[in-house]
T-cell receptor, first 120, second 114 residues
Framework: GAVVSQHPSRVICKSGTSVKIECRSL??????MFWYRQFPKQSLMLMAT?????????EQGVEKDKFLINHASLTLSTLTVTSAHPEDSSFYIC????????????????FGEGSRLTVL | QKEVEQNSGPLSVPEGAIASLNCTYS??????FFWYRQYSGKSPELIMS????GDKEDGRFTAQLNKASQYVSLLIRDSQPSDSATYLC??????????????FGKGTHLIIQP
């Protein structure tokens, strides 16, 4: 399957600082990437859809000024958690689809390795 | 409200036995169905996809889809301790669901007992 790489895998920061997480599609171009958050023993919660060359689309209840998303190229999307607080501590995961040109989108998603954020 | 329901478990199965994981979904127009395996502290890994009614086999894994009854299941034969993980059921619709079109269940925690 397609490969999605995410970095860093773990980050610990002080309250009030900003943290950037990168998501790369390694062997395909992704016009759309998705960012999720997962709290312990909970399922994946979609935060936002990252669109190459345009503004991200945020899910209801997700603060767009706090979670800045940039999709500068077809292979890279970044999530910046600004002024992080302890309640932002979570597992953040990106994903993307690889759909060959002309093929039907079956909905299959490939996930990055995830980034565990701990805010002290 | 489109929903995907799974029994959270834990589901405990002896090593070598068949593990059966079930998932029901609420929306009849759902078109694609996926099973993801997630180890603790790791991101989900796609293990099976199924798009039409019936069974689909891949190694020790068999996915079963029944659109009339709106359920999809995953069977794991010859269960191994390394199969212990949380299994997420995901349902895809070309329109609806989240922006990614996917609706995830909360997952079933499977424990394979040596």
């Amino acid at each position: 399957g397609a490969v999605v790489s995410q970095h860093p895998s773990r980050v610990i920061c002080k309250s009030g600082t900003s943290v950037k997480i990168e998501c790369r599609s390694l062997d395909f171009q992704a016009t759309t990437m998705f960012w999720y958050r997962q709290f312990p023993k909970q399922s994946l919660m979609l935060m936002a859809t990252s669109n190459e060359g345009s503004k991200a689309t945020y899910e209801q209840g997700v603060e767009k000024d706090k979670f800045l998303i940039n999709h500068a190229s077809l292979t890279l999307s970044t999530l910046t958690v600004t002024s992080a607080h302890p309640e932002d501590s979570s597992f953040y995961i990106c994903s993307a689809r690889s759909t060959p040109a002309g093929a039907l989108n079956t909905g299959e998603l490939f996930f990055g390795e995830g980034s565990r954020l701990t805010v002290l | 409200q489109k929903e995907v329901e799974q029994n959270s478990g834990p589901l405990s199965v002896p090593e070598g036995a068949i593990a059966s994981l079930n998932c029901t979904y609420s929306d009849r127009v759902s078109q694609s169905f996926f099973w993801y395996r997630q180890y603790s502290g790791k991101s989900p890994e796609l293990i099976m996809s199924i798009y039409s009614n019936g069974d689909k086999e891949d190694g020790r894994f068999t996915a079963q889809l029944n659109k009339a009854s709106q359920y999809v299941s995953l069977l794991i034969r010859d269960s191994q301790p390394s199969d212990s993980a949380t299994y997420l059921c995901a349902v895809y619709m070309y329109s609806g669901g989240g922006a990614d079109g996917l609706t995830f269940g909360k997952g079933t925690h499977l424990i394979i007992q040596p």
